[in-house]
């Protein structure tokens, strides 16, 4: 019964793979980058085989490049960056991890990771601080910009309260007219009566709807 389960699942080709990270950056300034680790994940109820493909497997050293993993467990991976030039800045290399089940050969899922030699993590970092920076201001620009194209000569305001407003207030009077918890003489069931505080909160909200319904009346707004 459980091989029947797991049947339409072993498909070739379609089984998710489940490994992270899915980027490797490796930074030629920073040794400690050079040594990066993929963990692979198998949360199905048979163990798995793993191998790792690479586009330039000269430049890599990969520990343990095949192997397995048991059901429900996960491996790491280690690969590290063996040949760190600047002719190879900023070129993108993929890796593959393809898994199969262990008794067959043929490939059930892939995995690609991408991988990238970059000069210095500070040089990085200065640039996406950059980039953030230049984006904020940008954002402001358009926020003002957008702002003064929606101001017009005359306008008048008539959208009414919203229907969630409506039915929240609906609510809270309705919460507000049941009885309260202690009085006997009601053909209310016991369940809908309220505490003091449950109506406390009801009145609270119910004020704070008519106050906000009070300030969006329509108005006219003159240039």
């Known amino acids: 019964m459980q091989q029947q389960k797991r049947q339409p699942e072993l498909v070739e080709g379609n089984l998710p793979v489940f490994v992270f990270p899915t980027e490797l950056i490796f930074y030629a300034d920073d040794q400690s980058t050079h040594k990066q680790v993929l963990t692979l994940y198998n949360p199905y109820e048979f163990?798995?085989?793993?191998?790792?493909?690479?586009?330039?497997?000269?430049?890599?050293?990969?520990?343990?490049?095949?192997?397995?993993?048991?059901?429900?467990?996960?491996?790491?991976?280690?690969?590290?960056?063996?040949?760190?030039?600047?002719?190879?800045?900023g070129v993108i290399d993929k890796f593959r991890l393809q898994v199969s089940e262990q008794s067959q050969r043929k490939a059930l899922g892939k995995k690609e990771i991408i991988a990238t030699l970059l000069p210095s993590a500070k040089e990085q970092q200065q640039q996406k601080e950059e980039e953030e920076k230049r984006i904020k201001e940008h954002l402001a620009e358009s926020v003002f910009f957008e702002q003064t194209l929606c101001?017009?000569?005359?306008?008048?305001a008539s959208s009414g309260p919203s229907l969630l407003t409506v039915f929240l207030g609906v609510v809270c009077v309705a919460a507000l007219m049941l009885p309260t918890l202690g009085e006997m003489e009601s053909l209310v069931p016991l369940y809908l009566h309220l505490s003091v505080n449950q109506k406390l909160v009801a009145a609270y909200v119910l004020d704070l709807k008519n106050s906000h319904t009070k300030f969006s009346s329509p108005t006219t707004w003159q240039k």
Do not use: M, W
């Open 47 to 89: 163990a798995l085989k793993f191998k790792v493909l690479c586009t330039t497997p000269n430049k890599y050293a990969v520990v343990d490049a095949t192997g397995a993993v048991k059901p429900q467990c996960c491996v790491d991976i280690v690969i590290r960056h063996r040949d760190v030039r600047a002719s190879y800045y």
């Open 151 to 156: 101001q017009p000569e005359n306008r008048t």
